[in-house]
C-alpha cells in the first residue's frame, strides 16, 4: 500500500475480500491453483478464517479516515 498526499491511495491487494469472494474464486478459478506457486484452496479458506475479521475492521477503519466519517 502506498499514500499520496492526504486522499490518493494504492493497495496492491485485496482489502474488500468476504468469505463469499473466497469461495467463488476457488470455485470459479479453481484451475489457478494449480499453477506453480499458486496456493491451495485450504491456505485460502484458512487465511481468511484466521484474517478476514480483522481485515474487515481495518478496511471500515481505513474508508472512514479516507473518506471523512469517523464513527464515534
Known amino acids: ?6 486522499r490518493a491511495f494504492g493497495l496492491q491487494f485485496h482489502a474488500e475480500v468476504t468469505r463469499q469472494m473466497v469461495h467463488r474464486w476457488t470455485t470459479h478459478s479453481a ?25 474487515q475492521a481495518w478496511l471500515d477503519a481505513f474508508l472512514s479516515r479516507w473518506t471523512g466519517t469517523m464513527a464515534g
Not at 1 to 6: D, K, L, S, T, V
Request: with cysteine; net charge positive; charged share 20%.
Open 1 to 6: 500500500a502506498y499514500a499520496y498526499g492526504q
Open 31 to 55: 484451475c489457478m491453483m494449480e499453477r506453480p506457486g499458486a496456493q491451495r484452496l485450504a491456505a485460502h479458506v484458512d487465511g481468511h478464517a484466521r484474517h478476514g475479521r480483522a481485515q
